[in-house]
C-alpha cells in the first residue's frame, strides 16, 4: 500500500539522495550490514544517497523507537523478525527523519551518518535456505530447445509448477567476494569416461533474490497474498553455474555441484515497501494455476537489470545483457507459496533465487549459455576479445534500478571476479 514515503517529490536534506540518478534515494532506504574505520563491529545501516545512517547510533539516541540491540547486529535477520508492521514503523520514522526540516533533528541524525566510501559493506542476511528457481519461459524454452526437442522445449510440468531445487546457503557471498573457478566431474560427448577438472563452460545467471522476512510454522503452508506479506525485500543475484559440470550431473536428480560453488548478492536489502510503486501483473499464466498458486493482485517489479563483463586485460566494462524483472512467468509470492505448500518451514533469512531472468530478445538473455547459445556464437567484445563462457580474471557486475518519477529505486551492483581454479 503506498503511504507518505512513497511520494516522487519527497527529497531529504542528505543533498547527494536528491541528485539525479541517485540510486539510493529518500524513496528508497535499503538496509545493509557495514562496518567502517571508525567502527569496526558490524552494525544494520540504511543507505541515503552516498551515505549509511547507522541504526545503532539512531536507536540508541531514542529516535527510532526499537531496542538498539536489534541494530548491533551481523545481519539484519534480527529487524526483520520483528516483523511486518515494525519494518514499516521504522521505514516511516527514517522518512521523516531524513526529510525533517528541524535544524535539531539534522544534528542529531547527521552524527549518525557515514560515509559509503568509508564503510565495508557486509552480507547483509544470514541466510538460512537458498532455493532457486527456474521462472523465466523464455529462460527455461531457450534451454529446453538448446539440450531436448525445441518442439518441448518445456517440461510438462513447467506451467503448472515454480521449479525448484535446494542450493548450498554456505556459499551465498557479498558483492565484491572473489570466486575461485570450481572444480568437478566432466565427460564430453565423445568420451567414454569422466574425469575430474576445473569447468570450461563457467557462467552467470542474471537473478533476482527474494528474502523471507517473516517466518511461517512446519506444517502451516502458506497463501500466496500471506507469502507476499512474508517477504522483507530483494536483492540483486548471480547464480554462478558450471554448465559442462551440470549437464553430467543433474540427471535425475537435478543441480548439485555446478551451482554449490558461490551465489553472489548485493549488499543492499531493498524492501519490498520500498518497490511498491512498481508492481505489475506478470504474464497470463495458460493454463490457470491450481488454486493455491492462483494470483489476483500485481505480483511482478518492474526493475530493470544488466550485466557488465570487465576482462582482466580490459580497462573498462561493457555491457552485455539488458532485461527486466516484470516478464517472469512465476512470481516470487507464487514460488514462496508453493515452496510452502508442503508444510515446509520458512525461516527469516531465507533466500529465494528467482531463476535466471531472459526476455524474448538476444540482448536480454540473462546467462552466457544463451547469450553465445552454448558457444557456438562467442561474443564479439568491444576491445576484440571473445567470450563463449567466463574466463579467469573477469569481472562480472549486475546492476539494477526501478525508474520512477524524478528519482529511482537502484539496488547497487553484485559483483565477483573469477579467480583460477585450484591446482589438482
Known sequence: ???????????????????????????????????????????????????????????????????????????????????????????????????????????????????????????????????????????????????????????????????????????????????????????????????????????????????????????????????????????LLNDWSARDIQVWEYQPLGPFQAKAFATTISPWVVTQEALEPFKVHGPKQQPKPLAYLTQSHAGNYDVELQVDIQTQSSSVSQTISQTNFKAMYWSSAQQLAHHSSSGCAMQTGDLLGSGTISGSTKESLGSLLELTWNGQNPLLLANGEERQFVEDGDTLTLRGHCQGQGYRIGFGSAVGRILSAHEL
Not at 557495514?34 to 529516535?63: C, K, M, R, W
Not at 538460512?128 to 523465466?136: M, P
Open 1 to 235: 500500500m503506498l503511504n507518505a514515503t512513497h511520494d516522487p517529490s519527497l527529497t531529504s536534506w542528505v543533498i547527494s539522495a536528491n541528485k539525479e540518478g541517485a540510486n539510493f534515494p529518500i524513496q528508497n532506504l535499503p538496509f545493509g550490514v557495514f562496518t567502517s574505520a571508525n567502527n569496526h563491529q558490524p552494525h544494520v545501516g540504511v543507505a541515503i544517497g552516498n551515505d549509511i545512517v547507522d541504526l545503532y547510533l539512531l536507536a540508541q539516541e531514542g529516535l527510532l523507537g526499537l531496542n538498539a540491540i536489534v541494530f548491533d547486529q551481523e545481519d539484519i535477520n534480527e529487524f526483520m523478525a520483528q516483523g511486518h508492521s515494525v519494518w514499516t514503523k521504522c521505514r516511516r520514522d527514517l522518512s521523516k527523519l531524513l526529510s525533517s526540516q528541524d535544524s535539531i533533528i539534522q544534528q542529531q541524525v547527521g552524527l549518525a551518518l557515514v560515509p559509503q566510501t568509508d564503510a565495508t559493506l557486509l552480507l547483509p542476511i544470514k541466510v538460512e535456505g537458498y532455493t532457486d528457481f527456474y521462472a523465466s519461459k523464455e529462460h527455461a524454452t531457450n534451454v529446453g530447445t538448446m539440450f531436448r526437442d525445441p518442439k518441448n522445449a518445456l517440461m510438462p510440468n513447467w506451467l503448472h509448477i515454480p521449479i525448484g531445487y535446494n542450493g548450498r546457503a554456505s556459499t551465498v557471498v557479498v558483492s565484491g567476494t572473489d570466486v575461485r573457478r570450481p572444480l568437478g566431474q566432466l565427460k564430453s560427448p565423445t568420451a567414454s569416461e569422466p574425469h575430474f577438472g576445473p569447468t570450461q563452460k563457467l557462467d552467470i545467471e542474471l537473478e533476482m533474490g527474494a528474502i523471507v522476512g517473516t517466518p511461517n510454522e512446519m506444517g502451516a503452508p502458506l497463501t500466496v497474498a500471506q507469502a507476499q506479506a512474508n517477504i522483507f525485500g530483494f536483492v
